[in-house]
C-alpha cells in the first residue's frame, strides 16, 4: 500500500530558484527518505530522516519532518538544470517494505 | 564498482508469455526487492527476500514469482497470470534494517517490458 503522498505533482521554475515539494503519510514511521529518478533511470537515494530528528541538511537539499503532522518537506536551493527528475518521499516503518508515494515532476528551466 | 544489474533493459513479449527479469547485485547486501512503476504513480512492492532462500510476498504479488537461491541473485517472473504486466520494473537491494534500523534502497536502472 501506498502511504506517502507528494505534493504538487509537477512543478516548473527558473534555474537559480528553490524547489519546495511536501510529502504526507499516514500512519506512524521509523524514518522517512527522499529518493531522486531521472527519466527512464532507476531511483537514487539522496537523504534520510528520522523521526525524531525535525530538520537535516545534505548539500543542496533541506529535508524537514513534522511527525505530528505527519508530513515532510524537501527544498532543493538555488536549483540547476540536472536537478530536473521526479523526487520521491518513502516511508520506513521498520519492517523491510519500504512505502513510496506517486512523486513530483520537477523541471528546472535554463 | 559495486551496484545493481538489470536485465534486459527493454523486453517485449506476446500476451500469454511468462518472462523473467534478472537482477544481479555485487554490493553483498542481504536484502533484495522488486517494484512495479505504472506511469503517473509511485512504486509497488512485487516481493521481498530478506535472506537467501526466503521471499515474502509486497502489496501485488498475483501473477508474478521469485527465487533467491543466491545472495547475489533475485530474478522475476511475470507469468501469463499477470493481467496487464506492462510496466517499468525496478530491483533494488540493501543490506537490511541495519544496526541502525533504517533500510536504505539502491535500485538497478530497471526493465521495461511491453506485453504485445
Known amino acids: 500500500s501506498q502511504q506517502g503522498e507528494e505534493d504538487p505533482q509537477a512543478l516548473s521554475i527558473q534555474e537559480g530558484e528553490n524547489a519546495t515539494m511536501n510529502c504526507s503519510y499516514k500512519?506512524?514511521?521509523?524514518?522517512l527518505q527522499w529518493y531522486r529518478q531521472n527519466s527512464g533511470r532507476g531511483l537514487v537515494h539522496l537523504i534520510l530522516i528520522r523521526s525524531n530528528e525535525r530538520e537535516k541538511h545534505s548539500g543542496r537539499l533541506r529535508v524537514t519532518l513534522d511527525t505530528s503532522k505527519k508530513s515532510s518537506s524537501l527544498l532543493i536551493t538555488a536549483s540547476r538544470a540536472a536537478d530536473t527528475a521526479s523526487y520521491f518521499c518513502?516511508?520506513?516503518?521498520?519492517?523491510?517494505?519500504?512505502?513510496f508515494g506517486a512523486g513530483t515532476t520537477v523541471t528546472v528551466r535554463a | 564498482d559495486g551496484g545493481i544489474t538489470q536485465s534486459p533493459k527493454y523486453l517485449f513479449r506476446k500476451e500469454g508469455q511468462n518472462v523473467t527479469l534478472s537482477c544481479e547485485q555485487n554490493l553483498n547486501h542481504d536484502a533484495m526487492y522488486w517494484y512495479r512503476q505504472d506511469p503517473g504513480q509511485g512504486l509497488r512492492l512485487i516481493y521481498y527476500?530478506?535472506?537467501?532462500?526466503?521471499?515474502q510476498k509486497g502489496d501485488i504479488a498475483e501473477g508474478y514469482s521469485v527465487s533467491r537461491e543466491k545472495k547475489e541473485s533475485f530474478p522475476l517472473t511475470v507469468t501469463s497470470a499477470q493481467k496487464n504486466p506492462t510496466a517499468f520494473y525496478l530491483c533494488?537491494?540493501?543490506?537490511?534494517?541495519?544496526?541502525?534500523?533504517?533500510?536504505?534502497?539502491?535500485f538497478g536502472a530497471g526493465s521495461r517490458l511491453t506485453v504485445l
Open positions: 527476500s530478506q535472506i537467501v532462500n526466503d521471499f
Open positions: 533494488a537491494s540493501s543490506v537490511g534494517q541495519g544496526a541502525s534500523g533504517a533500510n536504505v534502497l539502491t
Open positions: 518513502a516511508t520506513d516503518k521498520h519492517d523491510y517494505k519500504l512505502s
Open positions: 500512519t506512524s514511521i521509523n524514518n
